[in-house]
């Protein structure tokens, strides 16, 4: 399994990503960045002679160079030794791959979208601040589930710009996917009425919903969010079925501090985890995880509308520490 993502070739060019679903060796190019962070993780364990507390405090220091947050370092590192006292581990290769097995085990196992199976529609409602990427995220979905079969309909919630109406417009052109919208400042709402029963009408099975992300005004937002969740269930009595936060992972540990407010105040069911190709702070992904309690399910991982993969704790974790 590891061995797959080992001698891949760094790739340079961008543009190389797209069409590249299918060719395993070119999946995680988007990692670059990341990845030589975590090659100094990896270094760390593999130049310590000694399983020692030096090994431990320079571990922990990368681990926070990698962006995995200090709570989350802090609790990887006391595992790991927990484990090599209790595992009498010696050697650095033991540690190397306790590290990846505890990696692993934080992101979870892999969460597909969850459908209804009560309703013939499923209703996804994708939240998260301004310029995260939630329209773009939601093309990439409509795109991804269109190819899969499903007949979807998009609802342009966020109708506090008339722009992020627009941009729906247009991306629903481009992928030919209907998007039911209504004048910008109109009550979102009512946006999703009309869009409940506009995709049932057209017979979707799918219906996402794009809503706005302002969070200096949390308590209209999450108003607008209840009221929008109490007409979805007039329709559909387990509706939504997913709440999905998009976070923009070059923001760092600071986008965390937003989407946890997100996670305490509505019942979240999922991350998107965006622009993972330009950032070296993949490592995010774990304090993600560990801190929101709710699974990473998909990974932006460029701005094309292919450019969406579910994600794959294992995997992730492989093509981490593969070497190039
Ligand atoms: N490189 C890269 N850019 C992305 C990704 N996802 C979104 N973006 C870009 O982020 C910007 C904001 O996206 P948008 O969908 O408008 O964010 P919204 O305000 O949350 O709806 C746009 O320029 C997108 O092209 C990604 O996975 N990778
Ligand atoms: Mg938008």
Redesign the pocket.
Known sequence: MFNRFFGQKPQEDPKRDENTESVPEQRFNFLSRTKQLFSRVSNVIKQSDTISDTLWDDLEEELLAADVGPSTSAWLIERLRQRATDEHMRTSSQVQRALREELVTLLGKPAPLRFSNQSPLTVILII?????????????LAYRLTREGHHVTLAAA?TFRAA?ID?LKEWGNRIDVPVISQNPGSDPAAVVYDAIQAAQNRGSDVLIV?TA?RLHTKHNLMEELKKMSKVIQKFIADGPHELLV?I?ATTGQNALLQARKFAEDIGLTGVII?????TAKGGFAFAVADDLGVPIKF?????KVE??APFEPQSFVAALFAQD
Do not use: F
Request: zero cysteines.
């Open positions: 998260g601040v301004n310029g995260s990427g939630k329209t773009t995220s939601i093309a990439k966020d992020a941009q794009d992300g998009v923009d965006t622009k993972l190709d330009s990974i932006g991982t460029g701005e450019n969406l």
